[in-house]
């Protein structure tokens, strides 16, 4: 039996549709294998890092001696105006009682105009380093942004700051200090963690892996973009399941606020990690919610809005209707195949896959935005069409379902409530009158 063309087309659309789907409610993916959502190990140093405290009783003399005339300094800045200053920011400094020498360590430095940065942005291969500054500069240059200064001074031996000193010089090496910046597990605040818990051996760690609250990544970054709608929206899509997971506290730490409330009340080795804890400057800001907000019913009131447009455009303009038909199919069908991409063959996975966004939002749109023109007519083109339509609110409507079961449940749902309606409306109207072709 001969399959004609249109067959085939809706055919291999549905196909890329159903791949779609098994990324969205998780299928597995390599990048995923690498257990509980961490990203590859590709950001290691090219040189190994000094021997641990203990390893070496003459190399932890020689530390204690050091780290006798040393000062380690953690200060906090509160977020700035453009969007990456809006999560805040934090520095290592050192003080060398002896030399006089104060500097600042800065994990995060990045370059706009390096080779292929925006690439490697899309592509989560983002490449970021540390850097050294004078303490007093750096700081000064905070205050100018109008961003608060938080100033806490770290209790450590001397041998531990010693250690620290060995690290952090290991770290600012030209062939280690570069790495590949993770927006949730390796940043500037992540890093100096990090250090911290190396020179701590492990004991900063056990002091923060407990969860508290209902902190999710999705949530912080929602609470914190909240006042940039587009931002906020781009992150709704973007994040998958695995952003909705409630995070410990040391997961938390990639938010500089939250470090440093954290080690202002632990206890280390039954001592306090801070000995002195101040604020510097005081921004003149409006301060950041303390909570993302709930913005279901309003996202639910747009979705019926324009559910209802599209039922007045089919009676009053069924040429208008045409447009808005390929621009609502063509919009969300670029955003899926880029949701796609992001969620199988990019370093963004780990918060990308598993995204039960692309059940609203896939290739499978595109197909609709091409065969829309033809939804009214009799022909075997009007039967694609329309069958495209159908075949879109179904998997929307299945995607809603999902939602409510426990293992794919996601905070996503206000894109729910306003995609679901149109693609439901916009079926409805392709299957509605039709002339012959």
Not at 22 to 41: D, F, K, R
């Amino acid at each position: 039996m001969r399959v004609n063309a249109w067959t085939r087309r809706v055919a291999f659309a549905v196909s890329v549709a159903a791949g779609a789907l098994c990324v969205a409610v998780g299928a597995p993916s390599p990048l995923q294998a690498q257990g509980n959502g961490a990203p590859l190990p590709d950001n290691v140093a090219q040189t190994p890092p000094p021997p641990p405290l203990g390893a070496d009783a003459a190399l932890d003399s020689a530390r204690a001696q050091r780290g006798a005339t040393l000062q380690f300094t953690l200060y906090t800045y509160g977020p700035g105006d453009e969007v990456f200053e809006r999560f805040g920011h934090i520095a290592l400094a050192v003080t060398d009682a002896n030399t006089g020498e104060d500097t600042a360590f800065n994990w995060g430095m990045f370059d706009f105009e390096s080779p292929d940065f925006y690439t490697r942005f899309l592509t989560g291969d983002t490449r970021y380093w540390m850097a050294g500054y004078r303490t007093f500069e750096f700081n000064a240059a905070y205050q100018a942004q109008n961003r608060t200064i938080r100033k806490q001074v770290l209790n450590l031996s001397p041998v531990q700051r010693g250690a620290l000193y060995d690290f952090v010089a290991w770290n600012a090496a030209e062939a280690n200090k570069y790495y590949r910046y993770d927006y949730y597990n390796d940043n500037c605040s992540t890093r100096v963690r990090d250090a911290l818990d190396w020179v701590w051996r492990g004991a900063l760690r056990t002091a923060l892996d407990s969860t508290s609250g209902h902190h999710t990544w999705r949530g912080e970054t929602a609470r914190i973009t909240a006042d940039n709608l587009p931002v906020y929206a781009g992150i709704q899509i973007a994040l998958g399941r695995n952003a909705d997971r409630h995070l410990t506290r040391w997961q938390l730490a990639f938010l500089p606020e939250y470090f440093a409330d954290d080690l202002a009340r632990i206890r280390v080795n039954g001592a306090s990690v801070i000995t002195q804890d101040t604020v510097l400057f005081t921004a003149d800001r409006i301060p950041m919610p303390e909570d993302a907000p709930d913005r279901v019913m309003p996202y639910l009131a747009v979705g019926l809005a324009l559910g209802v447009l599209v039922f007045l455009l089919g009676r009053v303009s069924p040429a208008a209707l045409g447009v808005f038909g390929v621009v609502w199919y063509g919009m969300g069908g670029l955003l899926g195949t880029a949701l796609l991409l992001a969620g199988t063959v990019t370093k963004h996975v780990p918060y990308m896959g598993s995204n039960l966004n692309l059940t609203i939002l896939s290739p499978l749109l595109l197909a609709a935005a091409a065969t829309w023109y033809w939804r009214g007519r009799a022909s075997r083109a009007g039967r694609a069409g329309r069958a495209l339509a159908v075949v879109v609110a179904v998997i929307a409507l299945v995607g809603l379902v999902l939602m409510h079961f426990p293992r794919f449940t996601q905070g996503s749902m206000l894109l729910f409530m306003t995609m679901v309606p149109v693609h439901t409306a916009l079926a409805i109207a392709a299957s509605g009158r039709r002339s012959a072709a």
